[in-house]
């Protein structure tokens, strides 16, 4: 950081000197022309280079590498544009399908060119047109439906559904990589952050909060998963209520947690926070009838009541992240 003193002319203009080491770096000279544009919390950004188009940062990964599927979900979620995946000499079959695998669960990112010893990848999205709360609410919204249905495949012995909900966590996952993409995009490229309206402090709650939603996915998915183990078995009366009545202070929970974020509504956060012995209890009576079941299905269903009381958790920690609307 370089502190420097605002000066004023005698006509009552306002300026400040450019240090010459920058000045230099990016070819200023006398009548260059730089951009000026105001941030929405006050800070002034001079910009170079606003009239140079943005060359596509590019990044080379060698294939026949255990960790290549991760390479390439990693290069994606830092924001670069082009990743090529080159060989010394002849690509491997699998790994032209792994290749192919990792850029369909990833928004955006193509196959632009391909031979014998490489694949050239490229995403397409322009970061402009995706505004983060968009892809959160998105997100959210999957993530809500997968929480819903999986209780009720559940309950209702529903393996169809059951099944519906775990194949639906794949389209969340893709929401979330490409939220953790134009998030970084938007923390680097402070024009972006004005153009979507989002200030690059609230991209940490952002990335915050996607990450619990899919958590929340994730539980969803593992409750499915014990409802397809479960298959039709019957589930006592009592046992079916505890656990709606669990699942329905969790499912409240995880939304008004998510409205009290986008509304920075401090009171409904602290309603989420104020169930947290009722899901406590709850979770104890679902134990405690548990005594009565079947030995065969008390473990899927303990380990269901597990999972919601950590959506639950996971609604909690979102409703921990909203501070007072800054005026």
Same mark, same amino acid.
């Given at each position: ?14 300026? $400040? ?17 730089? #951009? ?38 990693? &290069?994606?979620?830092? /924001? ?70 999986? $209780?009720?495949?559940?309950?209702? /012995? ?6 519906? $909900? ?50 929340? /996915? ?10 397809? &183990? ?75 009541? #597990?999972?919601? #009381? ?18």
């Amino acid at each position: 950081m370089e502190l420097r003193k605002v000066q004023r002319t005698s006509g009552g203009t306002f300026f $400040v000197c450019l240090p010459k080491k920058w000045a230099e770096r990016n070819r200023l000279d006398r009548s260059s022309l730089v #951009s000026l544009s105001e941030t929405a919390d006050g800070r002034l950004i001079v910009d170079a280079k606003y009239s140079e188009e943005r060359e596509p940062q590019v990044v080379v990964i060698k294939p026949n590498n255990p960790l290549l599927e991760r390479e390439i979900t990693g &290069k994606y979620l830092l /924001g670069y544009d082009i990743i090529r995946v080159e060989a010394k000499d002849r690509m491997s079959t699998e790994d032209r399908e792994i290749i192919k695998q990792v850029s369909s669960r990833l928004i955006g990112l193509e196959i632009i060119e391909e031979d014998y010893s490489k694949i050239v990848l490229q995403c397409l999205l322009e970061p402009s047109a995706f505004p983060p709360d968009k892809i959160l609410q998105r997100e959210q919204s999957i993530a809500s439906s997968m929480h819903r249905d999986a $209780v009720t495949a559940l309950v209702e /012995g529903d393996v169809h559904l059951a099944k519906n $909900v775990i194949a639906r966590d794949n389209e969340a996952n893709r929401l979330y990589f490409l939220l953790v993409r134009i998030l970084r995009t938007v923390i680097q490229n402070p024009g972006l952050s004005e153009k979507l309206g989002i200030l690059p402090l609230n991209c940490l709650d952002y990335r915050l909060t996607a990450s619990l939603v899919e958590a929340i /996915g994730d539980q969803s998915v593992q409750i499915a998963e014990l409802a397809v &183990k479960l298959g039709n078995a019957k589930i006592a009366k009592e046992l079916t209520q505890l656990l709606l009545r669990l699942h329905r202070m969790a499912f409240e929970a995880h939304e008004n947690a998510f409205k009290a974020l986008f509304a920075r509504d401090i009171a409904l956060a602290e309603v989420v926070r104020n169930r947290r012995q009722t899901v406590i209890d709850l979770y104890a009576e679902v134990e405690s009838a548990l005594r009565k079941e079947h030995v065969e299905i008390a473990p899927q269903i303990l380990a269901a009541a #597990s999972a919601i #009381s950590r959506i639950y958790d996971h609604s909690q920690d979102i409703a921990d992240l909203i501070m007072p609307k800054i005026s």
